[in-house]
Each structure stands twice: as structure tokens, then as C-alpha cells.
């Protein structure tokens, strides 16, 4: 009779032990996952529809729907929505913070980041805006100094040369007031 009331209290202790295991073993899990996470990814974890408010470095906040994400960027919908619909790109190196409703910032926890699937989570901020250039579009780039309107004219591994024109009219020859060149280091939004 002694000896069962041993080894029932011996399974008991290893059953308590193997249980305590499985818990921190679940716990260290979950703060390798969530040590692993990135601002990006996080961003991603967005419930759909909903808008990032950003705060730029420079101070500014901005009110961002994500559309798309690369290795380094983000590019979204400017909200409130203007027409026609404004789009921005911003470095994830320009953002200081994420101001968050406590809802979003529990579901973006909770959520598991999504596998970088596409070809543009893996493309750097360069691809895009050497795509803006060949399009002839009239952007908007803002850095901590200030803003310039104009049309990309080349982007090189790391800066920018932009044709400084007024907003309204098309990158000409004569309309072009300066071309200024732009660390991509600095630039914090551009705007499209």
C-alpha cells in the first residue's frame, strides 16, 4: 500500500514536470516569434481596410491604407482620400512610429506574419522609384529639409535625381528650375 501511494505520487510529480516543460517551452516559442517580428511585418498584420497612422521622422503624422510592402518600403493610400486618390511610398527607415488604436496593436501580435511570397516584399525602395521614374511621373519627395515637386530623372544606388518643376506642368526642358540630387538615406515620403 506504501509503495502505490509512492509511485502514484512520483507520476504525479513527473506529469507536473512534463507539463511545466511543454509550458515554457510554448513560452520561449512564442518570444522567439515575437522577437523575430518586424515593424514591417507587423504593418502587414493590418485587419484589412484599416489605415496606419505614421509618424515620419521629421514630426509629421500621415494616415496610410498599405497596399504593398517591399524589403524596406511601404506604399499605400493617402488618407483621407483626396481626388484623385493620392499614393505614397515610404521608407520603413523614415518611420519613427505607429500610432496604433490598443485593438490593432493586439491583432498585429497575435497574427502570424506572412510569409514574404511575393516578388515585391523582396524588391528595395531603388525598384520603385526607378519605376516612378520611367513612368514620367510627377512626385512629390519630402525629406526632413523640406519638399520637391518634380519628375524623377534617375535613381542610382544611393541617391536620387530629381527635375524640380512646378507640380502642374510636365517635365520640359524649360520648365525645369533645377535638378536636385537626393540621398535616398533621406528621403521620408514620396508622394504620387
Request: a negative charge; proline letters at 7%; hydrophobic letters at 40%.
Amino acid at each position: 500500500m506504501r509503495w502505490e501511494s509512492l509511485f502514484d505520487d512520483l507520476e504525479a510529480q513527473l506529469e507536473h514536470e512534463r507539463t511545466a516543460g511543454e509550458g515554457a517551452f510554448s513560452v520561449d516559442t512564442e518570444r522567439h516569434r515575437l522577437a523575430e517580428l518586424s515593424l514591417a511585418d507587423r504593418l502587414r498584420a493590418l485587419p484589412p481596410g484599416t489605415a496606419a497612422r505614421i509618424r515620419l521622422l521629421d514630426g509629421r503624422t500621415v494616415h496610410v491604407l498599405p497596399q504593398a510592402f517591399g524589403s524596406n518600403w511601404l506604399s499605400g493610400e493617402l488618407r483621407p482620400a483626396a481626388r484623385p486618390a493620392r499614393t505614397v511610398v515610404i521608407p520603413i527607415g523614415a518611420i519613427a512610429g505607429v500610432l496604433l488604436d490598443p485593438y490593432d496593436e493586439t491583432h498585429m501580435i497575435a497574427a502570424p506574419p506572412e510569409a514574404p511570397s511575393s516578388l515585391s516584399r523582396k524588391l528595395g525602395i531603388g525598384v520603385v522609384l526607378r519605376d516612378l521614374c520611367r513612368r514620367r511621373a510627377t512626385v512629390q519627395v519630402s525629406t526632413a529639409a523640406g519638399e520637391s515637386t518634380g519628375t524623377i530623372d534617375r535613381v542610382t544606388g544611393d541617391h536620387l535625381d530629381l527635375a524640380v518643376h512646378e507640380p502642374d506642368s510636365p517635365r520640359r526642358s524649360t520648365a525645369v528650375r533645377s535638378i536636385e540630387m537626393i540621398p535616398l538615406a533621406a528621403v521620408l515620403l514620396v508622394t504620387c
